[in-house]
């Protein structure tokens, strides 16, 4: 693919001025995309006192580590949710990286007498779903989602688009042969899909794997719904909600904290916390961005084709 | 195997759809305080829950999110159209990979932390633009209490996290295209951007197809995070924010009143639905072989 791109853009080209111009027109905009990001991380290097001086600026009258020192000496809760955020994410993708593939593997299998139906049965939920009111209703009083980790992983763990990304992945990468071999040589229906089949689907797992913990990283709105009076196990990105909303979030519920880190609290540096805060959450989606991108474009694509 | 999913189907998707009887009772918490015992012993209420419908803040909502995202499929398919041929057409493949990767980051940010990015450039008290601002002696404008800069914003936003993901996906149907084609054009005497017109953007019209199938199907559904977090579901601005998903949830939030909220998530769904239908069965009589199902 690359290599035909290449001769596409290679052949009888637009010309220099062209060029110059889509040169501009891209890199402009490329840069406007990761220009706030950029401009956070400086808003968290700078002192208070510019911020109180000329607000928040590129050129800050000058820095500071305070907010980071801030997030390290107030430990507690911070660290807590960022463990949250973890903990969600891994736990989630886990789990729901092996639904997605216990459900689609059946689906892709042409001797699955009931391919048809359950094909139906995921897919109809991308067309229709009963609502937000609804479904809350069923997920907190009658399956106890409410103020844990469960409600936090639960409603997320089954997407019908990653089924469909995974069942193409089956279907290009799998021929219907290898599981007859396999099926031959009397191999169960288990063994044969982790034994035979899941080696050769690796980059389909490894893509429906970051795009699941993506949803799981960033999630927050399932603690807007469900975490009414646990904020121990909230992530870090429904904590930053909270602190937009409430800027004296970490003070007031000074009693998530240790006692010298109550003491701390009172006189936050709590703008420049907050964007510190931020570039905690962005940074280990920037760190990994580069690796996993290319999965991540594969899954896409595939799903949207086939969607 | 199809087991846990299937039941996670159920439990999560299709008992909830049972639930929409929801929105045509006067659902309380009966005792003992058990789902269903809520819903059965809930008293009807017909079709009062959907009264909502003749109040002025429902037609602001509605139109706020069809034109919304009416302008912005729009907006994002040609901009993310042309940015695609634009890469691809790039002699310097080294930059184009890095002008790709730089678009497609905000993708993966939550809408928490791009409110974030912008509160940085409009807060009150320290935000960049206000503070420019003040540095020139003009008086601050206080963004999260004026409506006039909000749709502009809004859309910037929905750019900013959008296109490079529907560019990512535009440049890999353009990659896709067989370069014999490029070459039997270039023989014919058509010049570059003839090659684009006949070769690039027929090549890739599948794509778009479906890509607008299923935005047009999703026009009544608009996207939470970004209307809620960005604008930090402020009031003053709810003529220009308001979108029905942040009606449904604002309504269950502040007033509790589920039977109206469900009535106006169960519109929306049934509408939804609908759109989805019938762009798909429009896309089948022009072209079949690009509609969804």
């Given at each position: 693919?690359?290599?035909a791109q290449?001769?596409h853009?290679g052949?009888n ?9 889509f040169?501009?027109?891209?890199g ?16 968290s ?13 590129f050129?800050p009258?000058?820095w500071s ?5 801030y997030?390290f000496?107030?430990?507690g809760?911070l660290?807590?949710?960022?463990f949250?955020s973890?903990?969600?994410t891994?736990?989630?993708?886990l789990l729901?990286?092996s639904?997605?593939?216990?459900y ?7 001797d ?9 049965l ?5 067309i229709f ?6 479904t ?9 989602l409410?103020?844990?980790y469960?409600?936090?992983?639960v ?7 990653n089924?469909?990304?995974?069942r193409?992945f089956?279907?290009?990468t799998?021929?219907?042969e ?7 040589d ?13 080696p ?9 794997a ?9 999630e927050?709105f399932?603690?807007l719904?469900?975490i009414?009076?646990?904020?121990d196990?909230i ?13 004296d ?8 904290l ?7 609290a ?6 420049s916390?907050?964007m510190a ?6 940074v280990?989606i920037?760190c990994?961005?580069?690796f ?7 899954g896409l694509?595939v799903?949207?084709?086939k969607? | 195997m199809v087991m846990?999913?299937?039941i ?6 299709y ?10 009772k006067?659902y309380?918490a ?9 819903l ?6 017909g ?10 803040a429902?037609a ?14 729009a907006?994002?398919l040609?901009?993310a ?11 310097n493949?080294f ?9 497609f980051f ?6 928490v932390?791009a409110?974030?990015?912008v ?5 009150p ?7 420019i601002q ?9 963004f999260y209490m004026?409506?006039t800069?909000w749709?502009?914003?809004l859309?910037?936003s929905?750019?900013?996290k ?13 990659t896709?295209?067989?370069?014999t ?7 014919d ?5 003839q090659?684009v017109?006949?070769v ?13 199938i299923?935005s047009v ?7 939470f995070?970004?209307?809620?977090n960005?604008?930090q ?5 709810y003529?220009?924010t308001?979108?029905i998903d942040t ?20 519109l929306?769904?049934v509408v ?8 798909n069965?429009?896309?089948?009589r ?5 509609a969804?199902?």
């Amino acid at each position: 693919m690359q290599k035909a791109q290449r001769q596409h853009a290679g052949l009888n080209a637009f010309g220099p001025g062209a060029q110059a111009l889509f040169h501009g027109v891209l890199g402009l905009f490329a840069l406007l995309c990761i220009l706030p990001f950029a401009f956070v991380i400086v808003i968290s290097f700078t002192s208070e006192d510019s911020i109180r001086q000329i607000g928040y600026s590129f050129a800050p009258l000058s820095w500071s580590t305070q907010a980071y020192g801030y997030v390290f000496a107030l430990g507690g809760a911070l660290w807590r949710s960022y463990f949250n955020s973890f903990l969600i994410t891994v736990v989630g993708t886990l789990l729901s990286v092996s639904i997605c593939v216990l459900y689609s593997y059946p689906l892709y299998r042409k001797d699955f007498r009931y391919r048809g139906f359950f094909n139906f049965l995921s897919f109809f939920t991308m067309i229709f779903g009963g609502g937000l009111v609804p479904t809350f209703v069923v997920c907190k009083t009658l399956l106890g989602l409410s103020d844990n980790y469960a409600a936090l992983i639960v409603p997320l763990l089954f997407s019908p688009f990653n089924v469909i990304v995974m069942r193409t992945f089956f279907q290009t990468t799998v021929p219907g042969e290898l599981i007859e071999a396999a099926t031959i040589d009397g191999a169960g229906e288990y063994r044969t899909l982790l034994q035979v089949v899941l080696p050769v689907v690796k980059p389909g797992i490894a893509t429906i794997a970051l795009l699941n913990a993506l949803a799981f990283w960033n999630e927050w709105f399932l603690s807007l719904l469900y975490i009414t009076k646990n904020m121990d196990v909230i992530p870090l990105q429904y904590l930053l909600m909270r602190m937009q909303r409430n800027a004296d979030f970490l003070a007031k519920n000074a009693g998530m904290l240790g006692a010298d880190a109550a003491k701390a609290a009172r006189n936050l540096p709590s703008q420049s916390l907050k964007m510190a805060l931020v570039v905690f959450i962005v940074v280990p989606i920037a760190c990994a961005y580069p690796f996993f991108q290319r999965y991540v474009v594969a899954g896409l694509t595939v799903g949207s084709v086939k969607g | 195997m199809v087991m846990p999913g299937a039941i996670w189907l159920l439990l999560i998707r299709y008992l909830p759809m049972l639930g929409v009887v929801i929105a045509f009772k006067n659902y309380k918490a009966q005792k003992p305080n058990t789902f269903w015992n809520n819903l059965i012993k809930s008293d009807w209420v017909g079709l009062k829950n959907f009264q909502f419908l003749s109040s002025p803040a429902t037609a602001t909502m509605i139109r706020n999110t069809l034109a919304y995202n009416a302008v912005w499929i729009a907006l994002v398919l040609v901009i993310a159209v042309t940015f695609a041929v634009m890469m691809s057409e790039l002699k310097n493949r080294f930059m184009a990979k890095a002008y790709q990767t730089m678009m497609f980051f905000p993708y993966f940010l939550s809408w928490v932390v791009a409110s974030y990015f912008v509160l940085a450039f409009l807060d009150p008290t320290s935000g960049m633009i206000p503070s420019i601002q003040k540095s020139l002696g003009l008086k601050p404008t206080q963004f999260y209490m004026t409506t006039t800069w909000w749709p502009l914003i809004l859309t910037l936003s929905n750019l900013w996290k959008n296109v490079g993901y529907s560019s990512v996906l535009y440049l890999a149907a353009i990659t896709g295209i067989d370069t014999t084609l490029y070459e039997a054009a270039a023989v014919d005497g058509a010049t570059k951007p003839q090659q684009v017109w006949h070769v690039t953007l027929p090549g890739i019209r599948p794509m778009i197809v479906i890509l607008l199938i299923m935005s047009v199907g999703k026009i009544f559904n608009a996207d939470f995070g970004l209307f809620y977090n960005v604008p930090q579901n402020s009031g003053p601005l709810y003529p220009v924010t308001q979108v029905i998903d942040t009606y449904v949830y604002n309504t269950y939030a502040n007033t509790h009143n589920m039977g109206m909220s469900a009535a106006a998530g169960l519109l929306q769904s049934v509408v939804g639905c609908l759109c989805i239908v019938a762009t798909n069965a429009i896309v089948s009589r022009i072209d079949s072989e690009s509609a969804l199902f």
